[in-house]
């Protein structure tokens, strides 16, 4: 006998008084009076009223006690000399776990998903040819995937954010069976609006609706990765459900051929600020960015963008950024006032006029860093590049709608 088998053979007294109970719904319950009372301590043989036991052997997979269960496997089981007359697999839910009984009653195999780490119980009951009944209950535990996955998600739960912001996951391995995982992530939104998924790689996967969002709305995220197998031998583990809200309507314009960023709110512009994007050398990419990390100072170092050694400052105030790459929109207080709105001198990034220290709010960086936040799109029109990259950044946006649902694997 193996450790994931339990058969029960020998005679004996079985608890309560059973009728033969249908296996499925819709199967009618046949009459007490045609099998045999029983009653006593639960094994499986019984004893009918001619007073013999049950030649019925019932066994259960995987066995009674069990505390590692394969919970990608299905639960069986099965009936050697009888008839299985019921079998219920319940779960730490109180719900019953589906299954499917063979023609000819002799099995019976679950065909509903069980869950990692949860407490299962089986309850059997077979008569064999003169009607006796033979009955077993077995509980098992199933245990935790040996290799998992995470999904790490933005924006975060309980968040405001601009009408740009997509729901961006990052995944901690590779997924390979992207249908199935596409099929346990749900973003909806009130009110409602089709949401659509693409893929930007093995583990990455966006949501957005085709245009920006409207503000005030209320979006939900829903992952229901636990158990769901996102490549072979490799599961998720995360069931959880967060949402955030849509804020006002803001969206700005670079232009940097007329070196001005032009901010729109609710339909009107708020906001006409000088700036200088990149160089002839050092242009700008090109089209819609979202803002996704706004800090009041950081350190930018030439070296992180594969520029060598031309600058290394290390308190850039009002700093937004709109790439991966490093593209930021940001205060500057080390170039001569009079660039900004005349001259595009930088490395790629969008600068405007601000103070050392990010202490004076009344400069252009800090009024344009006080307005934003995160979600909100900067389009960088006439800078001499190309547009940037849709997986560079939060910038899907740059993507036509019929591309981006192309990349969904639902």
Known sequence: MTADEQQIDGPGPARGTWGRRAVVAGMATVPVALLAACSGSGSSG???????????????????????????????????????????????????VPGQLAADGSSWTSTGRLSSGSTYKVSA??????????????????????????GTYTPDGGTTVGVGMPVSIT??????????????????????????????????????????????????????LKDVEGASGVYGTQ???????????????????????TVTRDGKVTQTLPVSGGSPQHTTWAGKMVISEKLLQTRMDSQTVNLGGEYD?????????????????????????SIFGSQNTSHGCVGLHDAKGAGDPDTPA?????????????????????????????????????????????
Do not use: C
Request: proline share 5%.
């Open 46 to 96: 019984s004893s009918g009223s001619s007073g013999k036991a049950s030649t019925a052997v019932l066994t259960v997979t995987p066995a009674d006690g069990t505390r590692t269960a394969d919970f990608t496997k299905p639960v069986k089981v099965a009936v050697a000399g009888g008839t299985l007359s019921s079998v219920t697999l319940t779960g730490p839910d109180g719900k019953q």
């Open 125 to 150: 009951v077979a008569a064999d040819p003169s009607r006796v009944q033979a009955e077993r209950t077995a509980t098992f535990t199933t245990g935790a995937p040996a290799v998992t996955f995470l």
């Open 171 to 224: 995944f901690s391995k590779a997924v390979t069976n992207q249908a199935a995982v596409q099929r346990a992530i749900t973003v909806t939104a009130t009110p409602p609006v089709e949401v659509v998924g693409h893929w930007f790689s093995a583990t990455r996967l966006d949501f957005r609706p085709e245009t920006y969002w409207a503000p005030g709305t209320e979006v939900t995220l829903t992952l229901r």
């Open 239 to 261: 069931s959880k459900q967060v949402s955030f809200t849509i804020g006002r309507s803001q969206t700005s314009v670079a232009d940097l051929a007329a070196k001005t960023l």
């Open 313 to 337: 400052i290390a308190d850039v105030p009002h700093a937004q950024r709109l790439t991966t790459s490093g593209t930021f929109i940001h205060g500057n207080y080390w170039s001569n006032p």
């Open 366 to 410: 800090a009024e344009f860093y006080n307005s934003s936040i995160t979600g909100d799109v900067v389009e960088v029109v006439n800078s001499g590049d190309q547009t940037v990259s849709p997986s560079n950044g939060l910038n899907g946006w740059n993507m036509d709608w019929a591309s981006w649902k192309a990349g969904s694997a639902v």
